[in-house]
């Protein structure tokens, strides 16, 4: 009998917090004896210990410059194989102080709401913390007497950041320097939801009492033609982690919550699903053929939708009946009264409800 291989097992790669610790630590050992190392073991900000390569080098006696290639792992991202670069400069006399500056590619904070200092570098605290963790390892009786400064740039980044959130969270000029542990894990989700987070509490931070919270670019850009009054902070796409934004809405104390949907991630809504994602649960068809034998379809028309696996099935057959709206309407307000069950008093809610072209069909508002 042939023999079925194993599953591959997905590769890990590194965040560019890490990449730039380790760019740190190889120029750092420059300093300290006139050459910077081909590879470095640097240690992780979840407190591993990993080899780089290093892949360009120079070093002064006072100046110091290493690079190490991102590798994003078996889930390359926009800034797989960026070029993470850091110049280290020794700073007389001042005794154990680290600077961190940006370079071409390293954005700059625009913006409140990401706890790092508005026009300062986007180099974010735990990415902050393992370079300085890294430099007081190998140059602890350096720093003794002298400080260091962290200039860390990224050639193309202004580019790899159009990939980004990074314009829409106020970081301008290029990528951000991000990790909370130095892994980054194939196929994670957790820098997504981050994201989500981060996008509603630059909202905040900057004035606003509404977000607008979208599954995608389709009803993000239907909600901005439908809400041309809020500025582009307003406008979050939280993706499927609807969960995570009410949260995070409630936190930063929004007043209200837009939602901006088509029937399918609407209908997971409805039944009670706050991660929409397509493998978390099936549709409930169920809640769908209710819905339109309370508005007067056929039996047999609702055991149809019932049977069915789409809820774009239930509007297509309901628009037949010429109650598409009077469908989209009802699911909106259902959507409603799901969401304030489970967040009750916490915000005043908006339904928007396109079809598949990005055209409104109904709204729906809470009381």
């Given at each position: 009998?042939?023999?079925?291989?194993?599953?591959?097992?997905?590769?890990?790669?590194?965040?560019?917090?890490?990449?730039?610790?380790?760019?740190?630590?190889?120029?750092?050992?420059?300093?300290?004896?006139?050459?910077?190392?081909?590879?470095?073991?640097?240690?992780?900000?979840?407190g591993?210990?990993?080899?780089?390569?290093?892949?360009?080098?120079?070093?002064?006696?006072?100046?110091?410059?290493?690079?190490?290639?991102k590798?994003?792992?078996?889930?390359?991202?926009?800034?797989?194989?960026?070029?993470?670069?850091?110049?280290?400069?020794?700073?007389?006399?001042?005794?154990?102080?680290?600077?961190?500056?940006?370079?071409?590619?390293?954005?700059?904070?625009?913006?409140?709401?990401?706890?790092?200092?508005?026009?300062?570098?986007?180099?974010?605290?735990?990415?902050?913390?393992?370079?300085?963790?890294?430099?007081?390892?190998?140059?602890?009786?350096?720093l003794?007497?002298?400080?260091?400064?962290?200039?860390?740039?990224?050639?193309?980044?202004?580019e790899?950041?159009?990939?980004?959130?990074?314009?829409?969270?106020?970081?301008?000029?290029?990528?951000?320097?991000?990790?909370?542990?130095?892994?980054v894990?194939?196929?994670?989700?957790?820098?997504?939801?981050?994201?989500?987070?981060?996008?509603?509490?630059?909202?905040?931070?900057?004035?606003?009492?509404?977000?607008?919270?979208?599954?995608?670019?389709?009803?993000?850009?239907?909600?901005?033609?439908?809400l041309?009054?809020?500025?582009?902070?307003?406008?979050?796409?939280?993706?499927?982690?609807?969960?995570?934004?009410?949260?995070?809405?409630?936190?930063?104390?929004i007043?209200?919550?837009?939602?901006?949907?088509?029937?399918?991630?609407?209908?997971?809504?409805?039944?009670?699903?706050?991660?929409?994602?397509?493998?978390?649960?099936?549709?409930?068809?169920?809640?769908?053929?209710?819905?339109?034998?309370?508005?007067?379809?056929?039996?047999?028309?609702?055991?149809?939708?019932?049977?069915?696996?789409?809820?774009?099935?239930?509007?297509?057959?309901?628009?037949?009946?010429?109650?598409?709206?009077?469908?989209?309407?009802?699911?909106?307000?259902?959507?409603?009264?799901?969401?304030?069950?489970?967040?009750?008093?916490?915000?005043?809610?908006r339904?928007?409800?396109?079809?598949?072209?990005?055209?409104?069909?109904?709204?729906?508002?809470?009381?």
């Amino acid at each position: 009998m042939e023999k079925i291989p194993a599953k591959k097992r997905l590769r890990t790669g590194f965040s560019t917090g890490a990449c730039s610790a380790a760019a740190a630590r190889a120029a750092a050992l420059g300093l300290l004896h006139g050459a910077v190392p081909s590879q470095v073991e640097c240690l992780l900000a979840n407190g591993q210990r990993v080899v780089f390569a290093i892949h360009d080098s120079s070093c002064s006696a006072t100046e110091a410059h290493a690079v190490v290639v991102k590798d994003a792992g078996d889930d390359p991202d926009a800034t797989h194989g960026a070029h993470m670069t850091v110049q280290l400069k020794i700073l007389p006399d001042a005794a154990e102080r680290i600077e961190f500056h940006n370079g071409a590619g390293v954005g700059v904070v625009t913006k409140p709401g990401l706890g790092l200092e508005v026009g300062g570098p986007a180099i974010n605290p735990v990415p902050r913390k393992n370079i300085a963790e890294n430099l007081r390892e190998v140059a602890g009786e350096l720093l003794e007497h002298h400080g260091l400064s962290v200039t860390i740039s990224v050639p193309g980044g202004e580019e790899m950041a159009k990939k980004t959130t990074n314009a829409r969270l106020g970081i301008l000029g290029g990528i951000s320097i991000l990790g909370t542990t130095g892994i980054v894990k194939p196929y994670s989700t957790s820098a997504f939801r981050a994201s989500v987070v981060q996008g509603i509490q630059v909202a905040a931070k900057t004035g606003n009492d509404t977000v607008v919270l979208t599954t995608g670019g389709r009803t993000e850009k239907f909600t901005m033609q439908e809400l041309p009054h809020l500025n582009d902070t307003c406008f979050v796409q939280m993706g499927d982690f609807l969960r995570y934004a009410l949260d995070a809405a409630v936190k930063c104390k929004i007043r209200e919550v837009v939602i901006g949907g088509m029937v399918g991630k609407l209908t997971k809504i409805a039944q009670g699903e706050t991660i929409t994602h397509a493998g978390r649960a099936e549709v409930d068809t169920g809640l769908l053929a209710d819905i339109c034998a309370s508005l007067g379809a056929p039996d047999a028309m609702c055991a149809a939708i019932r049977d069915n696996e789409t809820a774009r099935f239930a509007g297509e057959q309901m628009a037949s009946l010429h109650l598409s709206y009077e469908f989209h309407l009802a699911l909106a307000e259902k959507v409603i009264a799901t969401l304030l069950a489970r967040y009750p008093n916490k915000f005043q809610l908006r339904v928007l409800v396109c079809d598949f072209d990005g055209k409104k069909i109904a709204e729906a508002v809470s009381q």
